[in-house]
C-alpha cells in the first residue's frame, strides 16, 4: 500500500515539475515575444517619425521654381518671424536639393543684409559648388557695415577654393574698403587666408595697408609672423619685429613714407 501511494506521489511531483517547466517556459518565451514586438514598434515608430520629419518641408518648397514668389509674399504678408536668423538657417537646412538651397541662399540675399549673413556660413559650406561661388561673391553686395561680418565668416569656409574667391571679393572693392577687410582676413583667417593677405597688402602698399602689417605683428605667429616681418622690411626697409616698436617707429616717420607708397599703388 505505502509502495503504491509512494509511486503515485512520485508520478504527481514529475507532472507538477514538467507543468511548471512548460509554464517557464511559454512566460520566457512570451517575455522575450513581447521584448522583440517592443523593437519592432519602436523601429516603426522611428521610421515614422522619420518620415514625418522628411514629409516637413514647408510647402513653399515644393517647386524651386517658384519657391522664390511663394515665400517672397509670404514673408510680405507677415514679416515679424523672418527677422529672426534662426528661422532662416531653418529654411536653408529644411531645403533638401541642391537647387532650392540656392533659391534660399538668392531669396535670403534678396531680403536684406541680416538673412543673408543668417545662412552664410551655411551657403558656404555646401556640397555644391555653384552656391559656394555665388555666395561667396555676394558679400560684395552687402552694405560696407557689414563686410567685416561677413569676411570673417567667409575665410573660416571649410574648402580652400571657396576660401580663395573670398579673398577675390576684397580685390573688386573700392579701395577705402579694402585694408579693414584685409585686416579682418589676417587675423580671422587660416594660413593660406593670412598669406594671401599679407600678399596683397604687400604688392600696393599704402598707409593703411602698412598699419594693418604693424597690427600683424601683435595677433599672428609662426610662420605668418616671419612674413609679416618679412612684408615690412620690404617695404620700409627696416627690420621692426615688435610690435609696440614698429607701431611708434611708424608714428614718427609714416610722412617720409606716405607719398612714396601712394606712388607705389
Known amino acids: 500500500m505505502l509502495r503504491t501511494i509512494g509511486f503515485a506521489a512520485l508520478g504527481t511531483l514529475i507532472i507538477a515539475l514538467v507543468w511548471s517547466g512548460l509554464r517557464e517556459e511559454r512566460s520566457s518565451r512570451g517575455v522575450a515575444a513581447s521584448a522583440l514586438d517592443a523593437r519592432d514598434a519602436s523601429a516603426l515608430l522611428d521610421d515614422d517619425q ?5 514629409d516637413e518641408s514647408p510647402a513653399a518648397m515644393s517647386d524651386a521654381g517658384t519657391y522664390a514668389a511663394v515665400r517672397l509674399a509670404e514673408i510680405k504678408a507677415d514679416p515679424a518671424p523672418w527677422s529672426d536668423v534662426w528661422i532662416w538657417r531653418h529654411e536653408f537646412t529644411a531645403a533638401n536639393t541642391r537647387e532650392l538651397r540656392r533659391e534660399v541662399a538668392a531669396l535670403a540675399r534678396q531680403v536684406g543684409a541680416d538673412s543673408f549673413l543668417a545662412v ?3 551657403a558656404l559650406a555646401s556640397d555644391d559648388p555653384i552656391l ?4 561667396a561673391r555676394s558679400i560684395a553686395t552687402l552694405p560696407e557695415s557689414r563686410m567685416v561680418e561677413a569676411m570673417q565668416l567667409g575665410v573660416a569656409a571649410s574648402d580652400a577654393e571657396t ?5 577675390d571679393v576684397i580685390e573688386q572693392l573700392q579701395p577705402h574698403l579694402r585694408a579693414e577687410l584685409l585686416k579682418a582676413s589676417l587675423l580671422a583667417g587660416g594660413s593660406d ?3 594671401r593677405a599679407i600678399d596683397m597688402l604687400t604688392d600696393h602698399p599704402s598707409p593703411d595697408y602698412f598699419s594693418v602689417l604693424i597690427e600683424g605683428l601683435r595677433a599672428t605667429s609662426g610662420a605668418t609672423r616671419q612674413a609679416v ?15 609696440d616698436i614698429a607701431n611708434r617707429w611708424w608714428s614718427e616717420n609714416h610722412a617720409r613714407y606716405d607719398g612714396m ?3 607705389m599703388e
Do not use: K
Open 120 to 122: 552664410l556660413a551655411q
Open 163 to 167: 576660401r580663395q574667391e573670398v579673398m
Open 261 to 263: 607708397m601712394a606712388r
Open 193 to 195: 587666408v593670412q598669406q
Open 229 to 243: 616681418e618679412q612684408a615690412i622690411g620690404i617695404i620700409v626697409g627696416e627690420s621692426l619685429t615688435d610690435y
Open 50 to 54: 522619420g518620415s514625418a520629419r522628411r
Open 132 to 135: 559656394r561661388v555665388e555666395a
